[in-house]
């Protein structure tokens, strides 16, 4: 048996973290058995299921990878198939037709439960067993002529041959009555596997208020797509190692439903914030590179690519999301740029700086050259000859430059910022603060 995964989301314009971590599991599960992962668009809510809410949903696919196998499957266009199916079923007797609540609106058709108590063993959370007396015969079609989503989706998941349906775990009430619809339609029941919801601190489905909850947020937020990936895959399944940074191969290459947790899941934003660090890192260098151009430009920040390429090389392995560039290089593009209050007065308005930074002035004017090697041995000199401490001089030296007390490494800095902009900004500093 060739296996054969979906994703089946209705569009509304933004993804949920949930749903699409649904779609990563059930693409690593049909890439781990060698099957396909197919996409059927569940577009029934025709308000909510605009273009641009499809489109959205295509381009979150695309930024994560997650490729898929043959034609998309538009379920707006199978209404007749859902519909023949209910006049088959009601033919048989298994559904029956009702004005419900006597409204004289119509009559829906009703599907009729068998009157047995139905058993799956889920592939995440072992034997699922619901009584009869609990289920009760449910709406198939509306009064006004359309589907109701339990036919339409059993019947598309029949249509496009899915072996394993695996979804979040509030479809668990509703997986013990597509069983019953598929043994009425005559098909093979599919596996099932129910994932544990993405809960928020107080156990409660984690939503938009819990924090950033669509996959547009993360990307908005200079996440990276694999990065995102990476975090998701392994939010409610484990390699059964502690790997964590993994590629994609290896993700494919270890996933089992049976290592996927059955208890909710937390999502931790240090986490993610950490994972992405390490993706950003691993970037080609070109590819960095032409993020952080356009950070810049969308900052509206003008820059010589040829010293903007050499900040960039600074900062690289300090950013850990695409937005830190922008804030991280600000000085580095302005005179303009701000001083932390608090550096100023605990390092800055000290007795000695203004000597120190004098001093630092006049040993940087007579370097032969300045870079970073002739400005690491001339600071060692003069923290040795001085007296003063290490400290004493490099902090003061780093704020008047920066204006903030962290950043890159002093010496390298230094040097790109290159000894023109280095002494006038020492000498806006003294005239500032001192
Ligand atoms: N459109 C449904 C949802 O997004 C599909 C559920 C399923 O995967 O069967 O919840």
């Known amino acids: 048996m060739k296996v054969r995964t979906r994703f089946a989301p209705s569009p509304t314009g933004n993804v949920h973290i949930g749903n699409m971590r649904a779609a990563i599991y059930n693409w690593l599960f049909a890439r781990h058995m060698g099957g396909e992962f197919v996409l059927r668009v569940e577009d029934t809510d025709i308000e909510r299921s605009t273009p641009e809410a499809i489109q959205a949903l295509l381009d979150a696919m695309d930024w994560l990878g997650l490729d898929v196998d043959g034609e998309h499957l538009y379920q707006t266009t199978r209404q007749k198939a859902h519909l023949e199916a209910a006049e088959m079923l009601l033919e048989k007797g298994l559904a029956y037709k009702e004005d419900k609540g006597g409204t004289g609106q119509g009559e829906c058709v009703i599907f009729r439960m068998p009157g047995t108590d139905t058993t799956f063993v889920d592939g995440i959370k072992g034997e699922m067993t619901k009584k009869a007396e609990n289920m009760q015969d449910f709406v198939i079609v509306r009064s006004n002529g359309t589907p109701v989503f339990h036919l339409a989706n059993v019947l598309d998941d029949i249509e496009q041959g899915i072996t394993h349906v695996i979804r979040g775990d509030d479809h668990v009430e509703n997986t013990f009555r597509h069983i019953a619809l598929y043994k009425a339609l005559g098909a093979e029941i599919p596996n099932f596997a129910h994932l544990p919801m993405i809960v928020n601190k107080q156990g409660k489905p984690y939503s938009k208020r819990d924090g950033d909850a669509f996959v547009g947020d993360f990307r908005d937020k200079g996440f990276l797509g694999d990065a995102l990936f990476n975090y998701l895959a392994l939010l409610g399944w484990s390699p059964g190692d502690d790997r964590e940074v993994m590629t994609r191969e290896e993700m494919v290459e ?148 920066s204006g903030i007390q962290s950043g890159p490494e002093l010496f390298p800095m230094l040097e790109v910022l290159g000894r023109e902009r280095v002494i006038e900004r020492i000498d806006r500093t003294i005239v500032k603060f001192l």
Request: proline content about 3%.
């Open 254 to 401: 270890a996933f089992t439903l049976e290592r996927c947790q059955s208890s909710a899941a937390q999502v931790d934003m240090k986490k993610l914030t950490w994972m992405n660090g390490e993706y950003m890192m691993k970037l080609p260098v070109e590819e960095f590179n032409a993020m952080a151009f356009q950070a810049l430009e969308g900052a509206g920040i003008e820059a010589d690519p040829e010293y903007a390429l050499q900040v960039f090389g600074l900062i690289r392995e300090r950013v850990k999301t695409v937005a830190d560039i922008v804030p991280m290089v600000g000085y580095f593009f302005s005179e303009e740029f701000e001083y932390d209050e608090k550096a100023v007065r605990k390092k800055l308005q000290k007795d000695g700086v203004v000597d120190t930074l004098n001093r630092l002035k006049e040993i940087f004017q007579s370097l032969e050259v300045f870079d970073e090697a002739s400005t690491d041995k001339a600071l060692h000199d003069f923290v040795e000859e001085s007296g003063l401490g290490f400290g004493a001089v490099m902090a003061p030296a780093r704020i008047a430059v």
